[in-house]
Antibody, heavy 119, light 107 residues
Framework: QITLKESGPTLVEPTQTLMLSCAFSGFSLSTDGVGVGWVRQPPGKALEWLAVIHWNGVKEATPSLRTRLTITKDTSKNQVVLTVTNMDPVDTATYFC???????????WGQGTLVTVSS | DIQMTQSPSTLSASVGDRVTITCRASQSISSYLAWYQQKPGKVPKLLIYKTSSLESGVPSRFSGSASGTEFTLTISSLQPDDFATYYCQQYNTYPWTFGQGTKVEIK
């Protein structure tokens, strides 16, 4: 059974750095073709892709946030971490991590974690 | 960035109706297009990947097709469980992008 679960703060102040962890089980991020990505969804709005990291270490992030986003993996711990610097109220959203297989979309998702940016 | 434009934004339909949702890409994305279903307060669920491949466990009433840069999700006979918001996503070119969503409502 594949599971993913996001963890991190639910409230951050403007200009602070957000660090979210995605702990997963049921698959390995060292297996060819596997990736873990992050998607966010502001309240009442559409999904927005943020970043992805693959089994071979190749990572990509959305250009609109690239200077603020870092994605890393710890294969031995089955964990992916997303860091977002200089948080702003417009970054308030539910943040999801999800697995993807090369050639496919995101086939397994975490439950999501709502992050509110407010002073 | 590749823009994914979904239409309609909202769709009112009845149980048993055939429903079609369209997603137009601003440039070629080959066949790397996925469809997701999301219910309020829930996690997105992958329905279709690579334009027309049905994800395991997804009912066969869902199907996907394409003509050039126009992609279509069809629900052959709408069921009560299908009332939700549907998103397309291209994963051919970074940054991957989602459509703005199509809400399927009860008529």
């Amino acid at each position: 059974q594949i599971t993913l679960k996001e963890s991190g703060p639910t409230l951050v102040e403007p200009t602070q750095t957000l660090m979210l962890s995605c702990a997963f089980s049921g698959f390995s991020l060292s297996t060819d073709g596997v990736g873990v990505g992050w998607v966010r969804q502001p309240p009442g709005k559409a999904l927005e892709w943020l970043a992805v990291i693959h089994w071979n270490g190749v990572k990509e992030a959305t250009p609109s946030l690239r200077t603020r986003l870092t994605i890393t993996k710890d294969t031995s711990k089955n964990q992916v971490v997303l860091t977002v610097t200089n948080m702003d109220p417009v970054d308030t959203a539910t943040y999801f991590c999800a697995r993807r297989l090369v050639g496919r979309g995101f086939d397994n998702w975490g439950q999501g974690t709502l992050v509110t940016v407010s002073s | 960035d590749i823009q994914m434009t979904q239409s309609p934004s909202t769709l009112s339909a009845s149980v048993g109706d055939r429903v079609t949702i369209t997603c137009r890409a601003s440039q070629s994305i080959s066949s790397y297009l996925a469809w997701y279903q999301q219910k309020p307060g829930k996690v997105p669920k992958l329905l279709i990947y690579k334009t027309s491949s049905l994800e395991s466990g997804v009912p066969s009433r869902f199907s996907g097709s394409a003509s050039g840069t126009e992609f279509t999700l069809t629900i052959s006979s709408l069921q009560p469980d299908d009332f939700a918001t549907y998103y397309c996503q291209q994963y051919n070119t970074y940054p991957w992008t989602f459509g703005q969503g199509t809400k399927v409502e009860i008529k």
